[in-house]
T-cell receptor
Framework: EDKVVQSPLSLVVHEGDTVTLNCSYE??????LLWYKQEKKAPTFLFML????IEKKSGRLSSILDKKELSSILNITATQTGDSAIYLC???????????????FGQGTILTVHP | ETGVTQTPRHLVMGMTNKKSLKCEQH?????MYWYKQSAKKPLELMFV???????ENNSVPSRFSPECPNSSHLFLHLHTLQPEDSALYLC??????????FGPGTRLTVL
């Protein structure tokens, strides 16, 4: 059975701290690893990682995939209160050839950033 | 705004009611998805439609009935639901197997 596990499940930090969120996966027909941020309702897309060892960056956020270890990390530097959210990791598997993907999600990490 | 809209945003229904959730994507994507998000559980894939044909049904009870009249619209028809079906129902779409973009969700409460 496909499985994605995130750690920690929750994290409380103060503004300015740096955080590292972890995601490990065990899936068949792995295609890519995605990170989403969920604040109120819709998960919003952060990163899609397909190649091992290549860091993707967007502002204070960065992420990297390790296919050998079947894992990924999401780093947030100089955290702000607006970073408070649930961070979701999902493994995408090939299904139906390449015409669509199936996502298996982790439980999410609840990040709370205090002023 | 991700280009995926859902209505209604909130829905309260009794166990004997019939209601429908609607999802529309304005992104020209070929695949559309229904997910269920319950408290303290990971997002669960329910159905996948690709070019308006159902390609995945993740062992969802028959009281949930999806419909995809075209590649831009997706419905989830609900009937005789149970209180444990209360959850956030999210719709997503993707262009081929690429990134899935989510709608804002419908918060469903079954009394």
């Amino acid at each position: 059975e496909d499985k994605v596990v995130q750690s920690p499940l929750s994290l409380v930090v103060h503004e300015g701290d740096t955080v590292t969120l972890n995601c490990s996966y065990e899936v068949t027909n792995f295609r890519s690893l995605l990170w989403y941020k969920q604040e109120k309702k819709a998960p919003t897309f952060l990163f899609m990682l397909t190649s091992s060892g290549i860091e993707k960056k967007s502002g204070r956020l960065s992420s990297i995939l390790d296919k050998k270890e079947l894992s990924s990390i999401l780093n947030i530097t100089a955290t702000q209160t607006g970073d408070s959210a649930i961070y979701l990791c999902a493994a995408s598997i090939n299904a139906g050839g390449t015409s669509y993907g199936k996502l298996t999600f982790g439980q999410g990490t609840i990040l709370t950033v205090h002023p | 705004e991700t280009g995926v809209t859902q209505t209604p945003r909130h829905l309260v229904m009794g166990m004997t009611n019939k209601k429908s959730l609607k999802c529309e994507q304005h992104l020209g994507h070929n695949a559309m998805y229904w997910y269920k998000q319950s408290a303290k559980k990971p997002l669960e894939l329910m159905f996948v439609y690709n070019f308006k044909e159902q390609t995945e049904n993740n062992s969802v009870p028959s009281r949930f009935s999806p419909e995809c009249p075209n590649s831009s619209h997706l419905f989830l028809h609900l009937h005789t639901l149970q209180p444990e079906d209360s959850a956030l129902y999210l719709c997503a779409s993707s262009h081929w197997g690429d990134t899935q973009y989510f709608g804002p969700g419908t918060r469903l409460t079954v009394l």
